[in-house]
T-cell receptor, first 113, second 112 residues
Framework: DTGVSQDPRHKITKRGQNVTFRCDPI?????LYWYRQTLGQGPEFLTY????????KSRLLSDRFSAERPKGSFSTLEIQRTEQGDSAMYLC???????????FGAGTRLSVL | QKEVEQDPGPLSVPEGAIVSLNCTYS??????FMWYRQYSRKGPELLMY????GNKEDGRFTAQVDKSSKYISLFIRDSQPSDSATYLC????????????FGAGTRLAVHP
């Protein structure tokens, strides 16, 4: 069990650029979640995958955001045409079906200049 | 009204103090409650996981749930400087996709 891994840890980009983040969940976990956390706030749910199926998306996930989990293993979160308001920590979590104990990665901190 | 309310602090205590961290929630259907600890620029780390009302103890940490008043607490005994972090309470609604609903977090500083 190597834990949830996220890459990169920090991304600095200019407004209007596209960015992509990767999450590798704990290997036996079939559930994968993305959350966004801004300064002074708790994480907010963005989207959920069970295996490769994306089953729920938050209203926070605008059309510029897309997430995939092509083979039910790692997941990617892409933000197109980034805006300054997208600056936040993007967290990935995974769990199995038995208990909803979600284990979080270290996050990707996005800074949009 | 947010579904989970948490005093953001900051809370500053001397080493060895007993710390009490609290959250309230609005939906009586919530049954599962968690406490996460988050160090600066790191991801949340699960501390305690409780179901329904009552107390659960793990070392220096005790989680308490009072469903009648929709109030959850985390107590830290003999606090240490290494406990300095942000503490997040969270809950989720069973029967759905189990997305966690977090409070805003309470920042705790334990000074030597």
């Amino acid at each position: 069990d190597t834990g949830v891994s996220q890459d990169p840890r920090h991304k600095i980009t200019k407004r209007g650029q596209n960015v992509t983040f990767r999450c590798d969940p704990i290997s036996e976990h079939n559930r994968l979640y993305w959350y966004r956390q801004t300064l002074g706030q708790g994480p907010e749910f963005l989207t959920y995958f069970q295996n490769e199926a994306q089953l729920e998306k938050s209203r926070l996930l605008s059309d510029r955001f897309s997430a995939e989990r092509p083979k039910g293993s790692f997941s990617t979160l892409e933000i197109q045409r980034t805006e300054q308001g997208d600056s936040a920590m993007y967290l990935c979590a995974s769990s199995d079906d038995r208990k909803n104990i979600q284990y979080f990665g270290a996050g990707t901190r996005l800074s949009v200049l | 009204q947010k579904e989970v309310e948490q005093d953001p602090g900051p809370l500053s205590v001397p080493e060895g103090a007993i710390v009490s961290l609290n959250c309230t929630y609005s939906n009586s259907a919530f049954q599962y409650f968690m406490w996460y600890r988050q160090y600066s620029r790191k991801g949340p780390e699960l501390l305690m996981y409780t179901y329904s009302s009552g107390n659960k103890e793990d070392g220096r940490f005790t989680a308490q749930v009072d469903k009648s008043s929709k109030y959850i607490s985390l107590f830290i005994r003999d606090s240490q400087p290494s406990d300095s972090a942000t503490y997040l309470c969270a809950t989720w609604l069973s029967g759905g996709y189990n997305k966690l609903i977090f409070g805003a977090g309470t920042r705790l500083a334990v000074h030597p």
